[in-house]
């Protein structure tokens, strides 16, 4: 069964609008949530993170935002640039580890 | 991250053969990880390591093994190769340290084909 689960395969939007990634999970003891960029031929690098503790937290362009009662969180990227264009996935740590268990991700193209 | 090194980049090889991914890390992790990704399925990880002497079963094991040489150096092996093993091929390092320990970094990835 999948415990993270990001619904919509691809997004596209204008530039400089807002984009709108989300992200819902099964397991209640996630504590810990992350978003990953990849651009095609390149691994996935880190971009965000957000504690349980927490429900929003902002960097820059990117803001993420936890909803534990309804387990969602959300990417937003405000406003978009062409260069944001690439697959986002949401991860979330397993059983207090290290080990990440990560959504299929959403493709976001950002049209100029 | 130019700081975890994947080689080869990409790989074509037949079934039934015998086939090395190798990662090579500078920056000093302790945490090692190699996951697959499938078109629209995310990473799943297929086995990590914690330290030199730590090897553990991620979620998808069957038909892989590993080997960490030492803290720097994590291989992956097809002991013989099969064809829903072609995929994307990643390998990420950990460090423990407070704040950044749920933070994994990428190397550049190695594309497998088995035919």
């Known amino acids: 069964d999948q415990q993270v689960k990001q619904n919509s395969p691809s997004l596209s939007v204008q530039e400089g609008r807002i984009s709108i990634l989300n992200c819902d999970y099964t397991n209640s003891m996630f504590d810990y949530f992350l978003w990953y960029k990849k651009y095609p031929a390149e691994g996935p690098t880190f971009l965000i993170s957000?504690?349980?503790?927490?429900d929003k937290n902002e960097d820059g362009r990117f803001t993420v935002f936890l909803n534990k009662s309804a387990k969602h969180l959300s990417l937003h990227i405000v406003p978009s640039q062409p260069g944001d264009s690439a697959v986002y996935f949401c991860a979330m740590p397993q059983g207090g580890s290290e080990k990440l268990v990560f959504g299929k991700g959403t493709k976001l193209t950002v049209n100029p | 991250d130019a700081d975890v090194t994947q080689t080869p980049r990409n790989r074509i090889t037949k079934t039934g053969k015998r086939i090395m991914l190798e990662c090579s890390q500078t920056?000093?992790?302790?945490?090692m990880y190699w996951y697959r990704q499938d078109p629209g399925l995310g990473l799943r990880l297929i086995y990590y390591?914690?330290?030199?002497?730590?090897?553990n079963k991620g979620e998808i094991s069957d038909g892989y093994s590993v080997s960490r040489q030492a803290q720097a150096k994590f291989s992956l092996s097809l002991e013989s190769a099969i064809p829903n093993q072609t995929a994307l091929y990643f390998c990420?390092?950990?460090?423990?340290?407070?704040?950044?320990?749920?933070?994994?970094?990428f190397g550049a990835g190695t594309r497998l084909s088995v035919l």
């Open positions: 957000i504690s349980s503790i927490k």
């Open positions: 990420a390092t950990s460090d423990p340290k407070p704040g950044q320990k749920n933070i994994q970094y």
């Open positions: 390591s914690f330290d030199v002497k730590d090897i």
């Open positions: 920056k000093g992790h302790d945490r």
